[in-house]
């Protein structure tokens, strides 16, 4: 099995026709079909059922083409990266980050690489915990930064900056600073949360905030997006919580409340898969030396 084959097995299966697909790789149809019959033989499974008329993909076919297609982007960028690297060149990482971590550590850790590495290119992504685990184990980013995050067993992980929570309420709510006692004044309120798909864990430790104190949320909203969060509030819709550093830079016309003094409280963390050490030596020198300074 070589390259040759899997981009060959790509593009047939894009055009699901051996005549246009040799076509497009500009060679003869009897060799692309002599290609695909050795390598189903050499893996030892039928990717392509055809007929006279028809060419369509197996069950094992549709997950012999998705890996082939991200082995090919794999080398791809591996070929990239190690021309960058001949040609003194940094190259490109791409970043996922939360909402929370660009309003505080993040611009900070960007400035950090691009003065102990310059000319780095930075591609960045807003996303979710899960999007963060999926795009990491796919390789579509280098990088994830995510709040509490359920970190898979095969990605690496550290902790890099610990907020405390706040309480997000509108301007005229009756609550307020100077009247708060506990989390308790909250158990009839209706809550903005995000969704829990999206972020498991994260959502369990906003509802064990309510549990402490003594009831079961009612959540009106769901949102994985914190500046939506921010507008339902304002408009009276609900109450919600956030890791303090997702107020940074925001002009809001809410009340907060600081909850420092429950044991919750917001992880900002680091996120990577392990064979990333391999590529970015130097970069993951740098970041696993890096300090959140306030």
């Not at 060679?27 to 189903?40: D, F």
């Not at 995000?194 to 864990?201: E, H, M, V």
């Amino acid at each position: 099995m070589n390259l040759q084959q899997l981009k060959n097995v790509v593009v047939l299966a894009e055009k699901l026709n051996f005549t246009r697909a040799a076509t497009t790789l500009n060679i003869v149809q009897p060799a692309l079909s002599r290609q695909i019959k050795q390598l189903e033989e050499e893996i030892g499974a039928i990717i392509f059922k055809r007929d006279k008329r028809n060419v369509s993909l197996t069950p094992s076919g549709i997950y012999f083409v998705e890996e082939a297609k991200k082995i090919i982007r794999q080398l791809e960028k591996t070929k990239k990266q190690t021309a960058n690297i001949h040609n003194g060149k940094a190259g490109e990482i791409k970043i996922g980050f939360t909402h929370s971590i660009m309003q505080t550590i993040l611009p900070d850790i960007l400035k950090t690489i691009n003065q102990q590495i310059p000319g780095i290119k930075s591609v960045l992504k807003e996303m979710n915990n899960r999007d963060q685990y999926v795009a990491l184990q796919q390789n579509e980013i280098d990088i994830g930064f995510a709040t509490n995050p359920m970190v898979p067993f095969n990605l690496n992980s550290k902790v890099i900056h610990i907020d405390n929570f706040v309480v997000l309420l509108p301007e005229t709510h009756i609550i307020s600073k100077a009247n708060y006692s506990d989390f308790s004044v909250f158990a009839n309120e209706e809550f903005i949360f995000p969704s829990i798909t999206d972020g498991p864990n994260y959502v369990h430790i906003l509802r064990s905030i309510c549990i402490d104190a003594g009831f079961s949320p009612k959540i009106v909203h769901e949102t994985d997006s914190a500046s939506t969060s921010f507008r339902l509030v304002e408009a009276g819709l609900g109450i919600s919580l956030e890791p303090i550093s997702s107020l940074h830079r925001q002009e809001l016309h809410i009340k907060t409340i600081e909850l420092d003094k429950i044991k919750q409280k917001a992880q900002l963390t680091m996120i990577w898969n392990p064979d990333r050490e391999f590529e970015y030596p130097f970069l993951f020198d740098v970041l696993k030396n890096w300090r959140f300074k306030k």
